[in-house]
């Protein structure tokens, strides 16, 4: 599908957009970039997804190789050097554990060991489950981002940034292509979007899919200069004996957050945009917009499955992206540009 194709009024982009899918960060990057003339519209474009990959090499943990691996396996009580820039980045993350009354944590390893999220998934007794719960969180591991260092303070503690590296990369993404000039771009990596339209060029139709029935459009998005972040726990779920076991931990409780639906969330900061949507499905629905109901620039999206078919609730922040009415199970819409899962 073509840069701005004509939907409901959106203008045709002047020069043909550079446009690449690679595989990283466990999942594929689809990017496309216009810029004035073809030349730096792909040299942007390369510049984006090596930026990305950049960021995938810092922040991965599955790499036994990478820095944050070898952290997370030093030995406990010693501060184990890190890239700058990745203890920046973990220490950001970590703020966002008290700013989210713990929903949100990457020092979270022990419980993703405990229920065997890198692996088949298990389920943990309650003594394992305990245990693990007591490896998590500020107690857990130490990140000292003036000195660079990784302190591991438990046995079986380990920091895992799957909850905010999309994020993340998706930010240096953009200040990569704003500093190169490029005013209209669109970057789609495994379920978070960011997409840039100058003010005067048309904004980007996004399509946010139904949690359960995910070829189904549940709303669209009208988004210009923004990303935008869904987190839900269907995708990844493995289930273990009858037991769901979804990807997305409460470390409050220790559990795999339950299945309700999805949320998703807008901000001018990716990383942010990625952060709040893993927090805001742990905290559900309800807290969730309770929580979110007064941030004045992030818009937040809970799109609840219940015996009625699908209910949208969102913060009056959110309005200014809302394309569409909030949707009934069932509806449908005309054909978006892209789409979210
Ligand atoms: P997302 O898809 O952005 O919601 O992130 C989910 C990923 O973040 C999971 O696959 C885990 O790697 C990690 N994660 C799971 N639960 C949490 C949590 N409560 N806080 C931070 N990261 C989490
Ligand atoms: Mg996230």
């Not at 466990?26 to 942007?44: C, F, I, K, Q, Y």
């Not at 405990?114 to 692996?119: F, K, S, V, Y």
């Not at 303070?153 to 799957?162: C, E, H, M, R």
Request: hydrophobic share 45%.
């Amino acid at each position: 599908m073509t840069l701005g194709c004509a939907l409901s009024g959106l203008v045709p982009n002047a020069t043909d957009p550079a446009r690449r899918t690679v595989a990283v960060m466990g999942t594929w990057l689809h990017a496309e970039v216009a810029a004035p003339g073809g030349p730096s519209a792909s040299a942007a474009l390369e510049a984006a997804i090596a930026e990305v990959e950049r960021m995938d090499a810092l922040l991965g943990t599955w790499d036994p190789s990478a820095p944050l691996s070898r952290a997370n396996r030093a030995p406990v009580g010693t501060p184990t050097p890190v890239p700058a820039e990745a203890a920046a980045l973990l220490a950001e993350a970590r703020g966002w554990a008290a700013r989210t009354g713990g929903a949100f944590e990457p020092a979270l390893g022990a419980l993703v060991d405990a229920w065997g999220l890198r692996g088949g998934g298990r389920i943990p007794d309650a003594d394992e489950l305990a245990l693990a719960l007591r490896r998590v969180g500020a107690g857990a591991v130490r990140v000292d981002p003036d000195a660079a260092t990784l302190t591991r303070l438990q046995d079986g503690a380990w920091v895992d940034t799957g909850g905010f590296g999309k994020g993340a990369a998706l930010r240096s993404a953009a200040d990569t292509l704003r500093a190169r000039g490029v005013s209209r771009a669109f970057l789609d990596l495994g379920g978070q979007v960011l997409v840039l339209a100058a003010p005067g060029e048309a904004p980007w139709r996004v399509a946010v899919a139904h949690p359960a029935l995910r070829q189904d459009t549940a709303t669209l998005l009208l988004l210009r200069d923004v990303s935008a972040a869904t987190s839900g726990n269907s995708e990844r779920g493995s289930s273990v004996g009858g037991t769901a076991v979804g990807h997305i931990l409460d470390p409050r409780g220790g559990a795999p957050a339950p299945w309700w639906g999805s949320v998703t969330v807008v901000s001018a900061d990716p990383f942010v945009a990625d952060v709040l949507s893993t927090a805001l499905y742990v905290l559900g629905p309800e807290a969730g917009l309770a929580w979110a109901r007064d941030l004045p620039d992030v818009g937040v999206l809970f799109l609840v499955e219940t015996s009625d078919g699908l209910e949208a609730v969102h913060n009056q922040a959110m309005e200014r992206w809302l394309d569409a009415p909030p949707p009934s199970a069932g509806t449908s819409h005309s054909r978006p540009e892209r789409r979210l899962p």
